[in-house]
């Protein structure tokens, strides 16, 4: 079976360092890759999408509050785009804000996850999300 690429898009190096421990303590290999802002984000599919792999991830973690450009822009950039439109956006934040939740599905997020108060219920969440993502939904190639 070939690796998994996940995408992960976040500006803070702790939560960065917190993902890659709980994929790694729950078992997973996949490839993960960090972008810490939208415009990285974007440049990082873009040449993905020149390159001879034209591989993209079977999901993105995206953080809302992130400099350069935000969740919010990037999500709804991703979601007007013909080919990174079917990528299934993960929204992965710590605003905990009803309006915020609802206006980023408005825009196309495919789930919306709060990020864990815990590294142990870090660990649950991954597991969550990776096996729904990855072994429960059908996604287009």
């Known amino acids: 079976m070939s690796q998994v690429f996940i995408l992960v898009a976040e500006d803070d190096a702790d939560d960065r360092y ?7 303590e729950n078992g997973y290999n996949d490839k993960l890759e960090f972008v810490e802002n939208g415009l990285e984000l974007i440049d990082y599919l873009d040449g993905r999408r ?3 792999t034209n591989q993209y991830p079977k999901f993105i973690l995206l953080d809302l509050n992130m400099p350069k450009k935000d969740g919010r822009e990037v999500l709804k950039e991703l979601k007007q785009h013909q080919v990174y439109r079917k990528i299934p956006i993960i929204i992965f934040t710590t605003t905990k804000n009803e309006s ?3 206006s980023c599905y408005e825009m196309g997020a495919n789930t919306y996850v709060v990020k864990p108060a815990s590294f142990h219920d870090l660990l ?3 597991e969550q ?10 996604i287009p190639e």
């Open 129 to 138: 999300i990776r096996s729904y993502w990855l072994d429960t939904a059908t």
């Open 124 to 126: 649950g969440t991954i």
């Open 50 to 52: 020149s390159s001879i």
């Open 18 to 24: 917190l993902l890659q421990a709980a994929f790694k």
């Open 100 to 102: 915020e939740i609802r």
